[in-house]
């Protein structure tokens, strides 16, 4: 069975970093690409962007470089991303996504969420 | 980047009744193989999305049979043949075609 198990919720001050992570299962993790997500409270989802889980290659939104950085552990079949210089703007669920095998793949599995909230 | 637009639902629905959501994107999603890039989700309250209708309208697996997906390039439907207590939730639609990818705004459905 495939899974995605994200990292716990986070409280941080703005300006700091936070590290997300999404400890994946049931799949060979270096064949598939991994997403990342942004939802804000009752707004629409935004893609952040992609790394492959065989070499860490990565495509990003345009919007998000500079803010979020993503790479992966192999050994452990993790993807992380990492949010830096944090404002409220950043206080949302943040989701990992795989994209499936398919050509121009859709999102078939997600990770439960996290809720970042940055707060001084 | 693609935009797509979603329209709404005359919220609540009877249950049992059937129901189309609707979904426009600002380019056409048809790509050179054939293939329409349409993917539609369903995130209920407090849940994380799952995939219901790929390329327009491939089932994912375990979807029911009650979800429908059809379009051209540009506009899109997805159908719910009766729609059920658990179908409770806000749809999405999301183009697959190019990067950045993205996201309808969302239809929210309730349940009478």
């Known amino acids: 069975e495939v899974q995605l198990q994200q990292s716990g919720a986070e409280l941080v001050k703005p300006g700091a970093s936070v590290k997300l992570s999404c400890k994946t299962s049931g799949y060979t993790f270096s064949n598939y690409y991994m997403s990342w997500l942004k939802q804000m409270p009752g707004q629409n989802i935004e893609w952040i962007g992609n790394i492959y889980g065989g070499n860490g290659g990565t495509g990003y939104n345009q919007k998000f470089k500079g803010k979020a950085t993503l790479t992966v552990d192999k050994s452990s079949s993790t993807a992380y991303m990492d949010l830096s210089s944090l404002t409220s703007e950043d206080s949302a669920v943040y989701f990992c996504?795989?994209?499936?095998?398919?050509?121009?793949?859709?999102?078939?599995?997600w990770g439960q969420g996290v809720m970042v909230t940055v707060s001084s | 980047d693609i935009v797509m637009t979603q329209g709404a639902l005359p919220n609540p629905v009877p249950s049992g009744e059937s129901v189309s959501i609707t979904c426009r994107s600002s380019k056409s999603l048809l790509y050179s193989d054939g293939k329409t890039y349409l993917n539609w989700y369903l995130q209920r309250p407090g849940q994380s999305p799952q995939l219901l209708i790929y390329w327009m309208s491939t089932r994912a697996s375990g979807v029911s049979d009650r979800f429908s997906g059809s379009g051209s390039g540009t506009d899109f439907t997805l159908k719910i043949s009766g729609v059920e207590a658990e179908d409770v939730g806000v749809y999405y639609c999301q183009q697959g075609l190019e990067f950045p990818l993205t996201f309808g705004s969302g239809t929210k459905l309730e349940i009478k």
């Open positions: 996504a795989r994209l499936s095998i398919l050509p121009k793949s859709p999102f078939d599995y």
